[in-house]
């Protein structure tokens, strides 16, 4: 079992930047392949970012591509998501999930999950 806890989260105006941080426990994160999700009111749970086991192989939605940076510090048990050059329509609450499987781009992929950190970009 794996406990993840996001943090990072806040308000920001449009072109400013946040670090998002997913802290994880119970297990290490070394197994796991990690990824980034998000869920603005009213619409579905979107893909944003993932990272395979060995933290070589990124993935990003298009939208994000050029601005968000997907990372991890597996000695630290951590993940990371910087946001750089916001839009308002980055605004969302975040996700952070655990893959045993690989780190797709699809939620049923992923087996733990943490309940968020809400970013709101203002415009």
């Known amino acids: 079992q794996v406990q993840l806890v996001e943090s990072g989260g806040g308000l920001v105006q449009a072109g400013g930047s946040l670090r998002l941080s997913c802290a994880a426990s119970?297990?290490?994160?070394?197994?796991?392949?990690m990824g980034w999700f998000r869920q603005a009111p009213g619409k579905e749970r979107e893909f944003v970012a993932a990272?395979?086991?060995?933290?070589?192989?990124?993935y990003y939605e298009d939208s994000v591509k050029g601005r968000f940076t997907i990372s991890r510090d597996n000695a630290k048990n951590t993940v990371l998501l910087q946001m750089n050059s916001l839009k308002p329509e980055d605004t969302a609450v975040y996700h952070c999930?655990?893959?045993?499987?690989?780190?797709?781009?699809?939620?049923?992929?992923?087996?733990?999950w943490g309940r968020g950190t809400q970013v709101t970009v203002s415009s």
């Open positions: 999930a655990a893959s045993l499987f690989r780190a797709g781009t699809v939620a049923g992929e992923y087996d733990y």
């Open positions: 119970g297990r290490t994160i070394s197994s796991y392949g």
């Open positions: 990272i395979r086991r060995s933290g070589v192989n990124t």
